[in-house]
T-cell receptor, first 113, second 110 residues
Framework: GAGVSQSPSNKVTEKGKDVELRCDPISGHTALYWYRQRLGQGLEFLIYFQGNSAPDKSGLPSDRFSAERTGESVSTLTIQRTQQEDSAVYLC???????????FGDGTRLSIL | QKEVEQDPGPLSVPEGAIVSLNCTYSNSAFQYFMWYRQYSRKGPELLMYTYSSGNKEDGRFTAQVDKSSKYISLFIRDSQPSDSATYLCAMSNSNYQLIWGAGTKLIIKP
């Protein structure tokens, strides 16, 4: 597709379960970013991938959060042992390279019961 | 104090009015300034991208950066109902990690 694709668009799960969120970046984009957006708040940086370099994980809020990316393709964000405070929209963005404008997917709306 | 402050609104104006949206920030090292538009249940969409100070115009949109006052603005001329959305400012002192405002909800009344 032409844009950033995220799946699922909505996810409802019980507290304590693990969830996996997927992001397909724009083809050819080497940089990929994950953000969290809580209701009525700005975007919170989680993690950044650039090509084959080591990712910047400085925004991950706890060790329950992890992300992977293989080369310059799909990325997955995993949240283990989910808590109610993890409820938010998780947004993925990609850019041609670092410093170029970021293009966003429509996010995954995660609700923890 | 947050690094980036943005009035959440809502800001309601009649169709055709000039809209002014603003953000203030505290980190004087910020060099890159962006405005994004976000429609309900959609991801943010880049509107304007500015490096350092000055003005930038694109159609009905004008972005201004005043680094001495640590203040950025987005002006929308001839506002349309389709401009109704949340507008987010974002800025950075590096080339990738953005710091975001909370967003201003804009409502354009027909």
């Amino acid at each position: 597709g032409a844009g950033v694709s995220q799946s699922p668009s909505n996810k409802v799960t019980e507290k304590g379960k693990d969830v996996e969120l997927r992001c397909d970046p724009i083809s050819g984009h080497t940089a990929l970013y994950w953000y969290r957006q809580r209701l009525g708040q700005g975007l919170e940086f989680l993690i950044y991938f650039q090509g084959n370099s080591a990712p910047d994980k400085s925004g991950l809020p706890s060790d329950r959060f992890s992300a992977e990316r293989t080369g310059e393709s799909v990325s997955t964000l995993t949240i283990q042992r989910t808590q109610q405070e993890d409820s938010a929209v998780y947004l993925c963005a990609s850019s041609r390279t670092a410093g170029q404008p970021q293009h966003f997917g429509d996010g995954t709306r995660l609700s923890i019961l | 104090q947050k690094e980036v402050e943005q009035d959440p609104g809502p800001l309601s104006v009649p169709e055709g009015a000039i809209v002014s949206l603003n953000c203030t920030y505290s980190n004087s090292a910020f060099q890159y300034f962006m405005w994004y538009r976000q429609y309900s249940r959609k991801g943010p969409e880049l509107l304007m991208y500015t490096y350092s100070s000055g003005n930038k115009e694109d159609g009905r949109f004008t972005a201004q950066v005043d680094k001495s006052s640590k203040y950025i603005s987005l002006f929308i001329r001839d506002s349309q109902p389709s401009d109704s959305a949340t507008y987010l400012c974002a800025m950075s002192n590096s080339n990738y990690q953005l710091i975001w405002g909370a967003g201003t909800k804009l409502i354009i009344k027909p």
